[in-house]
């Protein structure tokens, strides 16, 4: 079975069409998506849209998190801040009602899927976890194989049963041992920050035991025009070049 895992879109509809597209032509069988797919970009209600026309489960990510409850917003710097209060303006009731149902973690197909860090952390990065908090998480986890987002970075750790072992998430197939335990932080549709700015996914190979890259072109200079237009604050049109 072949399970597309998305993060990361934050509001950023060029991208995302062009990534569904690319699914579509892999012929994945499921996909999953990890989380703020608003936040930053301009196209906050238009995106919540399709991932729901579609059908794709979604998990809670950190500026989901902060829209649901304003409490949550303290845990951003000012800039942040403000674009997610200038998200809200742009999304319907019906869109803040969906995000404040959405759950913090997925478990399907022998996976866990959740925006931060297993088990079930929506704000908490994979970076800020050492090989000994690692260690443990490994040792407690219940699915052999978790995905998360929220870095916008791509990284493969893995778990021999001894050691935690941090990995570059290659372009292309990356093979997954069986016997292995595993973290996949899948990258960004919508905002890359590994200086490559075509949209990011995986598609894990449950039979084939592989986790593939994909890296997706679009119409980045679209977006960010869109992002100025719409009263963004230009940094997030800059992060797309």
């Known amino acids: 079975m072949r399970i597309a895992v998305i993060s990361d879109i934050h509001g950023n509809l060029n991208a995302l069409r062009r990534v569904l597209d ?14 703020d797919t608003v936040g930053y970009g301009p196209e906050p209600e238009e995106c919540l849209s399709l991932v729901r026309e579609r059908g794709i489960s979604m998990v809670m990510g950190n500026h989901e998190q902060a829209l649901a409850d304003p409490a949550f917003l303290d845990g951003f710097n000012p800039h942040a801040r403000e674009a997610l209060r200038h998200t809200a303006t742009f999304l319907s009731a019906d869109s803040l009602d969906y995000i404040r149902q959405l759950p913090r973690f997925i478990v399907r197909h022998g996976a866990r899927f959740v925006h931060g860090l297993p088990p079930e952390s929506v704000g908490i990065y994979l970076f800020q976890a050492d090989t000994r908090k690692l260690r443990g998480i490994f040792e407690a986890a219940r699915e052999r194989i978790c995905f998360v987002g929220h870095t916008h970075e791509l990284l493969l750790v893995w778990y021999d049963g001894e050691r935690a072992t941090k990995d570059e998430l290659r372009p292309g197939l990356n093979p997954v041992v069986p016997s292995y335990r595993y973290i996949v932080n899948v990258g960004s549709v919508g905002q890359p920050r590994d200086g490559d700015n075509r949209a990011k996914y995986v598609i894990w190979n449950r039979k084939a035991h592989t986790v593939e890259l994909r890296r997706v072109e679009y119409d980045y200079k679209d977006t960010a025009a869109k992002i100025i237009a719409r009263g963004f604050d230009k940094r997030y049109a800059e992060r797309l070049y």
């Open 22 to 35: 690319d699914i579509e032509s892999q012929r994945a069988e499921d996909i999953v998506c990890l989380g």
